[in-house]
């Protein structure tokens, strides 16, 4: 499965969750990783998707027992 479709697939699994809104600005910065990858990113949204998004995506793909860790958009 290539890292696109999981990307997406996690995308889809927090917009379900209620974690990423459809139309917020983390959701416009996931999309932009799933469909260009993190060096797409200004510096600006790379620090958000460095501090907001990965810890969710690895929160989701690996799991921790913990709660889930959402940063306020």
Do not use: C, K, N
């Not at 809104?21 to 260009?36: F, H, K, M, N, Y």
């Not at 600006?44 to 860790?69: C, K, N």
């Amino acid at each position: 499965m290539s890292r696109r479709i999981i990307l997406g697939e996690i995308r889809q699994q927090l917009i379900e969750e209620g974690a990423l809104r459809p139309d917020g600005e983390s959701d416009r910065i996931l999309r932009t990783v799933i469909e260009r990858g993190a060096g797409a990113l200004s510096p600006t949204d790379r620090q958000h998707y460095d501090r907001a998004i990965m810890p969710v995506i690895d929160w989701v793909a690996f799991g921790s027992g913990s709660e889930l860790p959402i940063a306020a958009e």
